[in-house]
């Protein structure tokens, strides 16, 4: 590779050029690569319609090196970027200081614009745009933020420039084939006029020119353990891939360019017959055909792979994610805010256990502090009416938590703080206290709750009360029978934190969540980690053949530091017995065998939801002081005694 030196800047970045290029040449590891095809039984598959770009890859075949080492250009005042290149692809990280601009320019590649940082305004032949991204923030009990990343899809020989906001901004591209301004700028020479694109581009899988968030895009099973969002444009496919904890992948080849760079976490890759340690920010380039694999660690990893040119199959696999999603929700569905409750009255504070009866919603308003301690005079349970008005029924009475419809057209009640379960009708008023002691000692904290067609119902009680010193000797779940006699129906502490609690509509499983799990904050640690778990059911009442029947997708800050707390609160079941289960993710969707569906991206993590409307085909999303819907093609079920 050429080099001459452009600017003082660039002598740093050069140096690492050269370190990177020492690589393997084909002959060398050519042998040993097709030895471990024979010895695995791995299939070749060469491209066609892939010519020559008569560019040297900035990194060498199957070598982990460090990002972060990469020495800086500059693209212009207030923008400096470092650059990352296979054969075909590039990804360019750039740093804008607040208020900066890159001019606009016609791009001769497909480009890829994901903003990781700040805020910016895209113009895209002639067309502003504004662009934002969140971090996630750590919930408490009056404020949480989900993630966003913006990104754009531009297709070869638009106009594109963007600025900064007054904070700065981050921004990835990834671009195919490779910019002949940036390799200029890295001090490349004997550069050609122009680099050839494949010459059979496939269909993107999106629109360009249209701002999308990352987190909107549906997670793809790419193996057992692996699931990704996958972007193709028409030469190159992008694939945010999250890994499980301790998922290990064998061996295995294909015939594009793989980039692979680790944006979280820890993988032991495997790179012919040897393992490398990859961390965050750490790249490598994978040839076509090159034997590889990965061990991941204990706290799972997130990458971005750039495959050029695009993967045919991939497609065809986030093709067949997207048509099953849509069997749940519709195309055209989306989610819509019916209250935010800081802007009217009354106000909402943490909204829980909503259900539908009679042609309106009821929930809980429940108050916490930051620090989750809740006051039953400042709690309330709220009816809404289809039009999203509302009212409270009961106020400064009880800190209720789930609901559910019960006898009479009433409402059976978890009064979380008041330690009882009790049937309340419309107006708010408590007619009985259906159960409150557990072998003469009062119960703590009951949380959700659903009825059987016997009339009887079961309640999760993970002890989420003010009292140090709690009644019973653990976390359970209750049964209470048409009589009232109660019964515990798990072992005390045999799940770290049991919330959501769902009846199959037959009647014959039924499914409790865990929601906080192996956390050194938490006293409790279970085996029962971050699933949903299924029981039969018995004539009685009891439970048994306790077996995980969902995994749920855990967020990035839990895995990093080794935890199991999805966050599973509320559950709904459809009547074809889909669950749709409230996390910190967002509303992840399981079908009725426990496969994962897909997830619906919500500004703030729900907290629990249910079906409703006329049709029983609206999902209803409380999450702390807004409610949200969104239509489904799936009835819900409900268990109206």
């Not at 319609?49 to 560019?55: C, E, G, H, P, R």
Request: net charge negative; with cysteine; proline share 5%.
């Amino acid at each position: 590779m050429n080099r001459r030196i452009c600017h003082h800047h660039l002598v740093g970045l050069l140096f690492v050029f050269a370190f990177l290029s020492c690589s393997p040449s084909g002959p060398e590891w050519g042998k040993r690569n097709a030895e471990l095809i024979e010895k695995y039984g791995l299939t070749v598959r060469q491209l066609i319609d892939v010519s020559d770009t008569k560019i040297s890859a900035m990194l060498g075949d199957g070598r982990v090196s460090s990002f972060d080492s990469i020495g800086d250009f500059s693209l212009q005042p207030g923008v400096t970027g470092k650059l990352l290149w296979g054969k075909g692809a590039m990804l360019a990280e750039l740093r804008l200081d607040p208020e900066a601009v890159i001019p606009e320019k016609t791009i001769e590649s497909d480009l890829f614009v994901f903003l990781i940082d700040g805020a910016a305004t895209i113009q895209i032949n002639g067309n502003s745009m504004t662009m934002t991204s969140k971090k996630r923030e750590a919930p408490t009990g009056i404020h949480n933020g989900t993630p966003r990343i913006d990104f754009v899809y531009l297709e070869k020989g638009s106009k594109y420039s963007i600025q900064s906001g007054s904070e700065g901004a981050k921004v990835f591209e990834v671009c195919s084939p490779l910019r002949l301004d940036y390799l200029q700028l890295a001090g490349i020479e004997n550069l050609p006029s122009d680099i050839s694109d494949i010459e059979n581009p496939l269909s993107p899988n999106l629109e360009p020119n249209k701002i999308y968030d990352l987190y909107d895009i549906q997670l793809t099973e790419l193996a057992s353990g692996a699931h990704a969002r996958l972007i193709s444009g028409r030469n190159m496919l992008l694939s945010f891939i999250s890994m499980d904890p301790d998922s290990k992948f064998g061996h295995h080849i294909h015939p594009e360019e793989q980039i692979m760079f680790v944006l979280r976490g820890a993988v032991d890759e495997i790179l012919l017959d040897e393992t490398k340690r990859m961390e965050a920010h750490d790249a490598v380039r994978i040839p076509g055909n090159f034997v590889h694999g990965a061990n991941i660690g204990s706290s799972g990893a997130d990458a971005l792979d750039i495959f050029w040119p695009s993967r045919p199959d991939y497609s065809q696999k986030a093709s067949e994610s997207m048509s099953r999603f849509r069997e749940f929700i519709p195309e055209d569905a989306t989610l819509e805010l019916v209250i935010d409750g800081k802007k009217t009255k009354p106000e909402l504070f943490f909204s829980e256990g909503p259900k539908w009866m009679n042609g309106k919603l009821y929930f809980s308003n429940m108050y916490f502090d930051k620090d989750y301690n809740g006051d039953p005079k400042k709690s309330s349970t709220v009816v809404m009416n289809p039009d999203g008005s509302y009212r409270n029924i009961a106020q400064g009475q009880m800190q209720t938590n789930g609901l559910y419809p019960y006898k009479n057209g009433n409402l059976i009640v978890c009064d979380m703080m008041g330690h009882r379960v009790v049937e309340m009708n419309t107006n708010g008023q408590v007619l009985r206290v259906l159960a409150d002691r557990y072998e003469g000692k009062p119960i703590d904290g009951p949380n959700d709750i659903i009825t059987d067609t016997k009339g009887g119902f079961y309640f999760t009680d993970p002890q989420f009360t003010m009292e140090a010193e709690k009644f019973q000797p653990g976390r359970a779940v209750y049964y209470v029978s048409p009589k009232g006699e109660i019964s515990r129906i798990t072992k005390p502490n045999e799940f770290a934190m049991p919330n959501g609690i769902l009846l199959s509509p037959d009647g014959k499983t039924l499914y409790i969540n865990n929601c906080f799990d192996k956390e050194e904050w938490y006293p409790v640690k279970s085996e029962k980690d971050n699933y949903i778990w299924a029981y039969d059911v018995q004539a009685d009442g009891s439970i048994s053949n306790g077996r995980q029947f969902a995994k749920v997708h855990l967020t990035e800050d839990v895995l990093e530091r080794g935890g199991r707390s999805s966050g599973a609160d509320g559950m709904a079941i459809d009547k074809e017995g889909n669950i749709y289960v409230a996390t910190y993710y967002g509303v992840q969707i399981f079908d009725k065998t426990g496969k994962f569906v897909g997830m619906i991206n919500m500004p703030s993590f729900p907290v629990s939801l249910c079906f409703g409307d006329e049709d029983m085909k609206t999902l209803y999303i409380v999450s702390y002081s807004k409610v949200f819907k969104i239509r489904t093609n799936k009835e819900g079920y409900v268990n109206y005694l």
